[in-house]
Structures are given as structure tokens and as C-alpha cells.
């Protein structure tokens, strides 16, 4: 069967924003894409930064950037839903949230050639705790504790979405669709219950302590018990410890000196350009971990109810 040229044609990218933004620069290469324009409120800044990854054309206005087949959106989540709509004639990988604490439009349509990225599931960690997971049946009961300290201008709420979203997307990816239970903010400390089909995931997420991003995930199954930590420090690449079964580790961790976040984040960019090019249908890049708008909304909405 003839695969669709409209589906099948990503060749070229644009990139909005030239923070995170960047780091997706080495995957859409190495799938064959050429960027061909960068975009950046700045446009000293959007000008110097595509000198350096030699990249055509720089520009500080959406209405600037040429006719491409994908763009990347790497913007604060307050602008998602207007770059959306500008670019929905494109492919489209945005950068998570997909919303965030904006507020959404019921009537707006989502395009279908659009992806979220939630890339924790791409983490080997996370995989190894898929396929432990895969032998039980019963209820899980998850803790999921978080920590950030790190200097920016952020709101309790924000600090929630730009850190400890990454490991409940893929909580939530395994265990189902949730609901919240319970929501507790006390200061500088955010406590969520969410129900996810007959599995409890509990959360508790605090600013302060030590300089970095901490997260502890515990699963308890029956008598089984898993669990995985993750750090990033100032300075240093993230860092994973081993996954533990019942107090025995299962790998010997997850680390790479070019950071192991930065590559998930890549081969996440990666599996998304391969389901738009029809290489991996929708269904099954949801199965391994895809977030499209329908499963990025209903993680958001879980965390701060309906927009």
C-alpha cells in the first residue's frame, strides 16, 4: 500500500524558542530533517544561536517563519495554544505542558498531527519498571515524592508542572487516566491523591532544601515492592539509581556524561517524527509512552481540574 505523501513528507523544521529548544536540534538532524528557521523573542539572541547551529534563517515573529513540514514548540505554555493554531497545517512536537494553568477553549480543535512531549517514558529506567510491571495484576499504590530548589521565578503550581509532571506522566501512562481524589497546598508544599482506574497514586511535592530536582518514585504491589530515584544537581547531568525489586537492584542505574534526560528527550523527538511519518501508527506510540492532546489534557486536568 502507498503511504501518504502529506503524512510521509517531514523534511524540513522550525524551532520556536532557543532555550530547551535546542536540545532537539541533534535528533531532528539525525532524522533526516534540516531546521531551516529559529525563532526567538530576541532576535540578537534567535540570530546568534542559529549562526551556531548553522541554521539558515532567524527571526523574532512566527509570521516570519517559511513554509516548513514540522515545528518544534519550546515555548512557555501560556502561548501553546496560539502557536498551535498558527502552525496546525504542520506536524507539530510541543514541549510539555501542553497548556499548563491557561486556560483552554472548548471549541478549539486540536490538530491530529500533534504530540506533547512527556519523555520520561523513553527513559531506560522507566522501561525496565514497564516491563517488571507487566507481570502483576492486582492494585498498585504509588508514592511520588519531589523536591526542587533551583533559582527561578516560579509559582508553587509552575515549579509542579515544569519538574515533577515528568515522572506522573509516566506513572499515569502506565496506570490510566486519572482522577483527583484529593488536593492539599500548604505553603510551599503541594499534596495530590489521584485515582487511576483501581490504582492510588499519592504525590507530595515541596519547594526548598537541597540546590537541585529530586524525585523518589515507590510502587507497592501485593507483597512486591519497586522503586526508582532520579537527581539533577547544578552542574551535572541527571542522574538515575538502580531500579529496585524487593531491595534488589535491577540495573546498575542510569547515567550519561552527555545527560540521559537530554538523550530521552531526543529519542522522544525521534519516535514522534517516525509516527508522523506513518513508521508507528497513533495507537501504538501511545502505547509506548506518546502523549497527544487528549492525554496530555487529561493529565493537566487531573493535576488542577478542569480549564
Known amino acids: 500500500m502507498l503511504k501518504n505523501p502529506l503524512i510521509n513528507n517531514i523534511n524540513t523544521a522550525a524551532i520556536i524558542g532557543c532555550n530547551w529548544g ?17 525563532v526567538d523573542l530576541e532576535l540578537a539572541k534567535a540570530q546568534r544561536v542559529a549562526q551556531q547551529h548553522n541554521i539558515a534563517h532567524a527571526c ?17 505554555a501560556l502561548s501553546h495554544q496560539k502557536l498551535i493554531q498558527h502552525f496546525k497545517d504542520s506536524a507539530i512536537i510541543c514541549e510539555k505542558p501542553l497548556l499548563g494553568l491557561s486556560q483552554v477553549d472548548n471549541n ?10 512527556y519523555a520520561f517514558s523513553q527513559l531506560a529506567s522507566a522501561k525496565l519498571l514497564d516491563s517488571l510491571l507487566s ?54 508544599r503541594l499534596k495530590l491523591q489521584l485515582q487511576a482506574g483501581k490504582h492510588l497514586i499519592d504525590v507530595d511535592f515541596h519547594l526548598g532544601g537541597t540546590a537541585g530536582i529530586f524525585h523518589q518514585i515507590d510502587i507497592t504491589i501485593g507483597q512486591d515492592s519497586l522503586s526508582l530515584n532520579g537527581e539533577y544537581v547544578p552542574g551535572k547531568p541527571w542522574r538515575f539509581s538502580p531500579v529496585m525489586l524487593n531491595q534488589q537492584a535491577q540495573n546498575q542505574g542510569e547515567y550519561s556524561p552527555q545527560d540521559c534526560w537530554i538523550e530521552a528527550n531526543q529519542r522522544s523527538s525521534q519516535k514522534m517524527i517516525e509516527q508522523f511519518r506513518g513508521n ?26 478542569d480549564k
Not at 523574532?60 to 512557555?76: R, S
Not at 533559582?151 to 509552575?158: D, G, M, R, S, V
Not at 502523549?291 to 489534557?297: E, G, I, P, R, V
Open 22 to 38: 535546542m536540545v532537539h536540534v541533534d535528533a531532528l538532524k539525525q532524522s533526516g530533517l534540516k531546521v531551516v528557521s529559529l
Open 60 to 76: 523574532n515573529h512566527i509570521q516570519h517563519v517559511p513554509a516548513v513540514d514540522l515545528v518544534l514548540i519550546a515555548t512557555p
Open 280 to 305: 508507528i501508527s497513533h495507537a501504538d506510540f501511545l502505547e509506548q509512552g506518546g502523549f497527544d492532546a487528549s492525554k496530555a489534557l487529561w493529565l493537566e486536568q487531573a493535576l488542577f481540574g
Open 108 to 117: 478549539f480543535i486540536w490538530p491530529q498531527r500533534l504530540w506533547v512531549n
Open 135 to 188: 507481570g502483576y495484576s492486582q492494585p498498585a499504590h504509588v508514592r511520588l515524592n519531589s523536591q526542587v530548589n533551583l533559582p527561578l521565578n516560579f509559582t508553587l503550581e509552575q515549579w509542579f508542572l515544569e519538574t515533577t509532571s515528568h515522572p506522573l506522566s509516566w506513572l499515569l501512562h502506565r496506570f490510566g487516566k486519572p482522577s483527583q481524589q484529593q488536593k492539599i497546598v500548604d505553603g510551599q
